[in-house]
């Protein structure tokens, strides 16, 4: 990343400021973890909506809701595969018994799903790796049912990306504020006291940062 213009007009003061807020931001508890319990009970709530625990309750509008499904998941609507999985519906709706245990395992699948989108939001392993999500097989009742309520598979990625460059910024100010007190940038980033705030999450190293005459170079991940 080439040296930001953003902040050249930024004084001393406002640099310092706006950097403490950014670090007091990012060492706040992390309240995203929230967020995906909330989405998790927001998924739950709507697999119930859609599969009723009694099943009589179930033949409501459930149809529609699987052709819209198939069609999202085969681009084009396949007559053949939607009638098949609609039928092999209808029939379950019959067994009390196994209509449950679908119930049970999308619920466990959902769970496993957000879950693997909260491990990647907390940098398991301390660096950011995509969330492995199930993939689900479209030709199955199984996995049309499972797509209506599977999570974004960018979701913990674009959270991440969003904590990068306010990471960057906070550097870009510290480096300012650096030059105006002390007449030149610091040949690496130790004497910014960075620590945990220095490191690129996509990485799990440090930002690459290169001091070149009065001029530096920036690099991120993203």
């Known amino acids: ?34 967020v995906i319990e909330g989405e998790l009970t927001t998924a739950l709530r709507e697999l119930d909506r859609l599969l009723p ?23 084009e609507e396949d007559p053949v595969k939607t009638q098949r999985i609609l039928e092999e519906f209808r029939q379950l709706l019959h067994q009390p018994s196994a209509y449950q245990r ?3 395992e999308l619920r466990r699948a959902i769970a496993q799903d957000w879950q693997a989108v909260a491990d990647a939001v907390s940098l398991h392993g301390g660096r ?5 999500l199930k993939q689900y097989d479209a030709d199955t009742l199984f996995g049309a049912l499972a797509s209506l309520v599977q999570p974004l598979p960018l979701l913990a990625r674009r ?16 480096l300012r504020e650096y030059r105006l007190r002390e007449g030149r940038y610091p040949d690496s980033l130790e004497p910014l006291n960075l620590q945990e705030l220095a490191i ?23």
Request: glycine share 4%.
């Open 1 to 34: 990343m080439p040296i930001t213009r953003e902040v050249d007009f930024f004084s001393a003061h406002e640099c310092r400021e706006m950097a403490q807020t950014l670090i007091q931001s990012e060492r706040s508890r992390d309240r995203f973890a929230t």
């Open 53 to 75: 625990e009694r099943i009589d309750e179930a033949r409501t509008a459930i149809e529609l809701l699987l052709s819209e499904a198939l069609t999202d998941l085969g681009g």
């Open 102 to 104: 679908l119930r049970a």
């Open 128 to 132: 950011f790796r995509e969330p492995k």
């Open 159 to 174: 959270y991440w990306e969003q904590r990068t460059r306010r990471r960057v910024m906070l550097i870009h100010l510290l």
């Open 200 to 222: 690129d999450p996509f990485s799990g190293q440090p930002f690459g940062y290169r001091l070149t005459g009065e001029r530096y170079q920036l690099a991120s991940s993203v």
